[in-house]
Nanobody, 131 residues
Framework: EVQLVESGGGLVQAGGSLRLSCVAS????????IGWFCQVPGKGREGVICIRMSDGERYDLDSVKGRFTMSSDNAKNTVYLQMNNLKPEDAARYYC????????????????????????WGLGTQVTVSS
Protein backbone atom coordinates (compact mmCIF):
# COMPACT_ATOMS: atom_id res chain seq x y z
CA GLU A 1 0.00 0.00 0.00
CA VAL A 2 1.27 3.46 -0.91
CA GLN A 3 1.96 5.60 2.15
CA LEU A 4 3.16 9.21 2.25
CA VAL A 5 4.17 11.16 5.35
CA GLU A 6 4.95 14.89 5.15
CA SER A 7 6.97 16.96 7.57
CA GLY A 8 8.80 20.28 7.71
CA GLY A 9 5.98 22.79 7.90
CA GLY A 10 5.95 25.63 10.38
CA LEU A 11 5.67 29.35 10.88
CA VAL A 12 8.14 31.62 9.10
CA GLN A 13 8.41 35.30 8.32
CA ALA A 14 7.90 36.56 4.80
CA GLY A 15 11.11 36.12 2.85
CA GLY A 16 12.14 33.05 4.82
CA SER A 17 12.53 29.46 3.71
CA LEU A 18 11.21 26.01 4.55
CA ARG A 19 12.07 22.55 3.31
CA LEU A 20 9.21 20.07 3.28
CA SER A 21 9.88 16.35 3.23
CA CYS A 22 7.71 13.45 2.12
CA VAL A 23 8.75 9.95 3.11
CA ALA A 24 7.19 7.37 0.83
CA SER A 25 6.71 3.63 1.00
CA UNK A 26 4.92 0.98 -1.00
CA UNK A 27 6.03 1.99 -4.50
CA UNK A 28 9.00 2.78 -6.70
CA UNK A 29 9.49 6.46 -7.55
CA UNK A 30 10.38 5.81 -11.18
CA UNK A 31 6.99 4.18 -11.84
CA UNK A 32 4.90 7.07 -10.52
CA UNK A 33 4.03 10.71 -10.82
CA ILE A 34 4.74 12.52 -7.54
CA GLY A 35 3.78 16.01 -6.54
CA TRP A 36 3.12 18.65 -3.94
CA PHE A 37 -0.33 20.21 -3.58
CA CYS A 38 -1.61 23.00 -1.37
CA GLN A 39 -5.01 23.73 0.10
CA VAL A 40 -6.56 26.64 1.97
CA PRO A 41 -9.98 26.58 3.66
CA GLY A 42 -12.83 26.76 1.19
CA LYS A 43 -10.79 25.71 -1.83
CA GLY A 44 -9.77 22.47 -3.45
CA ARG A 45 -6.26 21.14 -3.52
CA GLU A 46 -4.07 22.82 -6.11
CA GLY A 47 -0.97 21.34 -7.69
CA VAL A 48 2.23 23.22 -6.86
CA ILE A 49 4.94 21.11 -8.49
CA CYS A 50 4.40 17.64 -9.93
CA ILE A 51 6.79 15.38 -11.83
CA ARG A 52 6.45 12.24 -13.86
CA MET A 53 9.46 10.49 -12.44
CA SER A 54 10.21 8.26 -15.43
CA ASP A 55 11.06 11.09 -17.81
CA GLY A 56 10.97 14.33 -15.80
CA GLU A 57 7.84 15.78 -17.42
CA ARG A 58 6.63 18.38 -14.94
CA TYR A 59 4.11 21.02 -14.02
CA ASP A 60 4.95 24.14 -12.02
CA LEU A 61 2.44 26.59 -10.63
CA ASP A 62 3.24 30.01 -12.08
CA SER A 63 3.19 31.74 -8.71
CA VAL A 64 6.02 29.59 -7.31
CA LYS A 65 8.35 29.47 -10.32
CA GLY A 66 11.81 30.64 -9.33
CA ARG A 67 11.06 30.24 -5.62
CA PHE A 68 10.09 26.58 -5.05
CA THR A 69 11.95 23.50 -6.26
CA MET A 70 11.17 19.81 -5.99
CA SER A 71 13.82 17.14 -5.62
CA SER A 72 14.07 13.49 -4.62
CA ASP A 73 16.43 11.12 -2.88
CA ASN A 74 15.53 7.66 -4.11
CA ALA A 75 17.86 5.95 -1.63
CA LYS A 76 15.86 7.49 1.22
CA ASN A 77 12.45 7.08 -0.47
CA THR A 78 11.96 10.79 0.09
CA VAL A 79 10.91 13.81 -1.96
CA TYR A 80 11.39 17.42 -0.94
CA LEU A 81 9.89 20.81 -1.60
CA GLN A 82 12.38 23.62 -1.04
CA MET A 83 10.40 26.81 -0.49
CA ASN A 84 12.37 30.06 -0.70
CA ASN A 85 11.32 33.69 -0.43
CA LEU A 86 8.04 32.71 1.13
CA LYS A 87 5.13 35.10 0.83
CA PRO A 88 2.01 35.38 3.02
CA GLU A 89 -0.08 34.11 0.10
CA ASP A 90 1.91 30.85 0.16
CA ALA A 91 0.37 29.94 3.52
CA ALA A 92 -1.59 26.70 3.19
CA ARG A 93 -1.58 23.08 4.12
CA TYR A 94 0.80 21.24 1.82
CA TYR A 95 0.24 17.65 0.77
CA CYS A 96 2.42 15.09 -0.90
CA UNK A 97 0.65 12.95 -3.48
CA UNK A 98 1.46 10.08 -5.81
CA UNK A 99 -0.21 8.11 -8.55
CA UNK A 100 0.28 6.12 -11.69
CA UNK A 101 1.10 8.37 -14.66
CA UNK A 102 -1.10 8.52 -17.72
CA UNK A 103 0.41 6.87 -20.79
CA UNK A 104 0.52 10.35 -22.33
CA UNK A 105 -0.31 13.66 -20.67
CA UNK A 106 -4.06 14.21 -20.58
CA UNK A 107 -4.86 17.02 -22.99
CA UNK A 108 -8.06 17.86 -21.14
CA UNK A 109 -6.45 17.81 -17.70
CA UNK A 110 -5.49 20.74 -15.51
CA UNK A 111 -2.23 21.36 -13.72
CA UNK A 112 -0.73 18.31 -12.07
CA UNK A 113 -3.63 16.14 -13.21
CA UNK A 114 -2.31 16.24 -16.76
CA UNK A 115 0.49 13.94 -15.59
CA UNK A 116 -1.20 11.21 -13.62
CA UNK A 117 -3.89 9.89 -11.37
CA UNK A 118 -2.98 11.30 -7.95
CA UNK A 119 -4.94 8.93 -5.79
CA UNK A 120 -2.61 8.52 -2.79
CA TRP A 121 -2.18 11.33 -0.28
CA GLY A 122 -0.38 12.15 2.92
CA LEU A 123 -2.06 13.96 5.78
CA GLY A 124 -0.34 17.25 4.99
CA THR A 125 1.86 19.71 6.83
CA GLN A 126 0.89 23.28 7.68
CA VAL A 127 2.85 26.26 6.37
CA THR A 128 2.17 29.66 7.91
CA VAL A 129 3.86 32.85 6.69
CA SER A 130 3.74 36.04 8.72
CA SER A 131 3.97 39.47 7.12
Amino acid sequence: EVQLVESGGGLVQAGGSLRLSCVASGFTFEDYAIGWFCQVPGKGREGVICIRMSDGERYDLDSVKGRFTMSSDNAKNTVYLQMNNLKPEDAARYYCAAGKPWDVPATNGHGCYRLGHFGSWGLGTQVTVSS
